[in-house]
């Protein structure tokens, strides 16, 4: 029923999880969008070269998601962290590690410092994967699409 779908939609735990992916979503796809622009117009970068930089972050991001999926993994197996322990600490260092490399990329001005921060910024984001993101699948058995379908 609607009200059903309506109390889990707005209870704490998921009103949470789409406050996350919001702010992730925004810094990841309102930077990515808007870099290839600082390269041309504050950096002058040539489009060449825009394209080499921007592809940067991917590329590290792509084989620290590998890590990070497996490291998580050992955690929980081992009992050093709980599936929620993991959930927690992951979406904290993801956050944590992008907000410090968002500060650090305002103060600089030259092509490779900025391409080495969003580097950091994308390394970080791979983290969401075991923080907010898994929790979409966790929050709710029968629902799990319903909540991500809205969510994302």
């Excluded at 490291?71 to 992951?90: D, I, K, M, P, S």
């Excluded at 410090?100 to 580097?119: D, R």
């Amino acid at each position: 029923t609607v009200e059903y779908w309506a109390r889990l939609l707005l209870s704490p735990g998921v009103l949470v999880i789409f406050v996350a992916h919001s702010v992730h979503n925004f810094v990841r796809y309102f930077l990515f969008a808007w870099m290839p622009f600082y390269y041309d117009e504050v950096l002058h970068v040539s489009a060449d070269g825009r394209g080499a930089l921007m592809i940067t972050p991917e590329l590290f991001a792509t084989v620290l998601g590998f890590l990070v999926a497996k490291e998580t993994r050992r955690l929980q197996q081992t009992g050093a962290l709980t599936t929620l322990g993991v959930r927690r600490t992951f979406a904290s260092l993801s956050f944590a590690g992008q907000g410090l490399a968002l500060l650090a990329m305002s103060a600089l001005s030259t092509p490779l410092a900025v391409t080495c921060c969003l580097t950091t910024i994308q390394i970080f984001s791979t983290m969401q994967g075991p923080g907010f993101h898994a929790n979409y699948l966790d929050i709710t058995t029968h629902n799990s699409g319903l909540v991500t379908g809205i969510g994302d």
